[in-house]
């Protein structure tokens, strides 16, 4: 088990965009445990947010939901390829 900051810092870390890691519709708080995020090659650009979600993350943290952000902090839609979103983080 990982705090939620390093839970976030791990997917950075592997996939290459933010995460804003939720339970409830709200914000999951910094100090609350998770489990580490258990992949270390990220997952191919040609695949969507959607398909990141359901194959990764819920895989992951069951009982959990996530937006993945832009680098602009604005919320990616589920049909967004993972290139478009990572390619903004580029930008920056």
Do not use: H
Request: one cysteine or more; proline letters at 3%.
């Amino acid at each position: 088990m990982v705090l939620r900051k390093t839970a976030n810092r791990q997917i950075w870390k592997c996939e290459g965009f933010e995460v804003k890691i939720k339970r409830g519709g709200r914000g999951v708080r910094p100090e609350v445990n998770l489990p580490a995020y258990g992949y270390s090659i990220a997952l191919m650009n040609k695949k969507s947010v959607a398909q990141w979600k359901n194959d990764r993350f819920s895989n992951c943290y069951p009982g959990y939901d996530v937006d993945v952000l832009y680098a602009n902090g604005r919320v990616a839609q589920g049909k967004t390829k993972l290139s478009t979103v990572r390619d903004t983080y580029l930008e920056e």
